[in-house]
């Protein structure tokens, strides 16, 4: 037998007719079991869970649902490549997984009842697409999410430390750029909180078709939201010869390491940025790191293991 874990149990077709799925089915080590769940988040895959045997709860196995029509073999090893880079940090090889191709499951019809709203912080809400907005939040900022194509909840705590940073701090009317952009949530929250207008990139397609989804859903346009698929060149491109007046980089610190080099072409001389998705023991090699590119952390916060940095030029 093997124990779901509630909050991590998203499933399912939003229509009522019978779907095969390829279901992966992975090995989860401890160490990796976060960043797992933070990844499939924020490329917009709900429909997973973390299983255990009872006896063995050491032992986890990762299995995540993905409609056949919309995952060939191609597809589906370029999801395998964008969680690959997960295991470095910890210094474990990457688990091999197997997929097995499924009928329709029975949790697959009311996999909506899985997600409520989301207050963060003092003022934003994300919202999943279907619901209205309660009365108890009705003075809240919304950002509606669709888990059928992207939702990047905001639940993992390198993004909530994010937004709460951006709310703390409004980018009321800047130029905001954001460098691994994921779902997009966090340029649709400072979009939400004044800016005037986001440039996104991502080196994931995945991740490039669910900013351009929510963007959508939350009805903003593309002259407000710009998305395209790369890195820090692509941003420059972008920007055309501007420079951002806020950075938002809520990727692994040793991405954040190697990219750092570039933040000097896409930071206004008294911009900033926002970096998370590190983890709190590698906030001191990183600090050292962007000293040396002229950067001084301004801001240093954290939730649990995960931190964030506010940097400015030194």
């Known amino acids: 037998a093997s124990k779901n874990h509630s909050d991590r149990w998203h499933s399912g077709s939003p229509s009522g007719h019978t779907l095969m799925w390829w279901r992966l089915s992975m090995p989860c080590p401890p160490e990796l079991e976060e960043s797992l769940v933070w990844k499939l988040n924020d490329l917009g895959l709900h429909r997973f869970a973390v299983q255990h045997s009872p006896d063995t709860p050491h032992q986890k196995t990762l299995l995540v649902w993905l409609p056949q029509p919309e995952w060939p073999v191609a597809e589906r090893e370029q999801l395998l490549a964008s969680l690959e880079p997960l295991s470095q940090p910890f210094g474990l090889a990457f688990p091999s997984g197997v997929w097995d191709e499924v009928a329709d499951e029975d949790w697959s019809l009311s996999w909506k009842q899985h997600w409520q709203p989301d207050p963060v912080g003092q003022r934003l809400l ?35 430390l994010c937004l709460e940073a951006l709310e703390a701090n409004p980018p009321q009317d800047l130029l905001v750029a954001d460098l691994g952009c994921g779902s997009g949530v966090l340029g649709l929250a400072s979009l939400s909180l004044g ?54 980089c809520n990727i692994l610190a040793p991405v954040i390491e190697a990219l750092s080099p570039g933040f000097e072409s896409l930071i206004a001389p008294q911009g900033r940025a926002l970096l998370s998705g590190l983890l709190v023991d590698q906030a001191p090699r990183l600090k050292e790191v962007l000293a040396i590119h002229g950067w001084q952390v301004t801001q240093e916060l954290a939730q649990g293991r995960w931190g964030l940095l506010e940097i400015r030029h030194t």
């Open 195 to 248: 800016a005037d207008a986001v440039l996104a990139a991502d080196t994931d397609s995945l991740a490039i078709r669910a900013t351009a989804g929510n963007r959508s859903l939350n009805h903003c346009s593309e002259k407000r939201l710009e998305v395209a698929l790369g890195s820090v060149e692509t941003l420059q491109a972008l920007l055309a010869g501007r420079r951002a007046d806020l950075l938002l």
């Open 126 to 160: 994300i919202l999943p697409a279907w619901l209205d907005v309660p009365s108890e939040h009705a003075d809240r900022l919304v950002i509606r999410m669709d888990p059928g194509s992207a939702f990047g909840t905001g639940s993992h705590p390198t993004t909530r």
